[in-house]
């Protein structure tokens, strides 16, 4: 079965830092370029970055409201895409999904809410 | 970066209805744009593209049709379980959603 499921959401103090992280099976993981989407309560959907596989050369990009603050990486060993969040503020509260960066039948995980409060 | 602007955010409409959905970009595409359903606690669903091509196991009530940077979705007669948010994304370079448009029962 063709999955994504992020986990390391949680309650963080404005400042603050968290990993996400996106397990994917079902796929060949290696080939695929992967992206972090956000939804803040009640808001609508923020592309957050992506990162190309390492045989497109690995490099990432990232949304302006994020960027210098948030890393995206990947281990292929082990089928895992991260999102390195730091110098967290309350507008990062949201739930955060992770999925295949591609034209058509992408995938997507169930999402992770991060919440930024004191 | 691009932007991207729907409308309306909210349109209600009668089942049976025809319901049209309208995106513009800030620059064309080149083709490259999307259309997405999300229904409430789930996450993101493809229903067209490349402006036009319905993704697999999409009803074909639903279309979309525009070129360089105006495009639209229309579900050509609205079904309860049609009711959702419907985005936009452009994918010319990286993302962009547009601000989503909730379809609701009239």
């Known amino acids: 079965e063709v999955q994504l499921v992020e986990s390391g959401g949680g309650l963080v103090t404005p400042g603050g830092s968290l990993r996400l992280s996106c397990a994917a099976s079902?796929?060949?993981?290696?080939?695929?370029?992967m992206s972090w989407v956000r939804q803040a309560p009640g808001k609508g959907l923020e592309w957050v970055g992506r990162?190309?596989?390492?045989?497109?050369?690995?490099?990432?990009g990232y949304a302006a409201p994020v960027k210098d603050r948030f890393i995206i990486s990947r281990d292929d060993s082990k089928d895992t895409v991260y999102l390195h969040m730091n110098s967290l503020k309350t507008e990062d509260t949201a739930v955060y999904y992770c999925?295949?960066?591609?034209?058509?039948?992408?995938?997507w995980g169930q999402g992770t809410l991060v919440t930024v409060s004191s | 970066d691009i932007q991207m602007t729907q409308s309306p955010s909210i349109l209600s409409a009668s089942l049976g209805d025809r319901v049209t959905i309208t995106c513009r970009a800030s620059?064309?595409?080149?083709?490259?744009l999307a259309w997405y359903q999300q229904k409430p606690g789930k996450a993101p669903k493809l229903l067209i593209y490349r402006v036009s091509n319905l993704e697999d196991g999409v009803p074909s009530r639903f279309s979309g049709s525009g070129s360089e940077t105006d495009f639209t979705l229309t579900i050509s007669s609205l079904q309860p379980d049609d009711l959702a948010t419907y985005y936009c994304q452009q994918y010319l370079r990286y993302r962009t959603f547009g601000q989503g448009t909730k379809v609701e029962v009239k």
């Open positions: 990162i190309k596989s390492i045989s497109d050369d690995g490099t990432t």
């Open positions: 079902g796929f060949t993981f290696k080939n695929t370029w």
């Open positions: 999925t295949t960066d591609q034209t058509r039948s992408d995938v």
């Open positions: 620059q064309s595409l080149n083709g490259w």
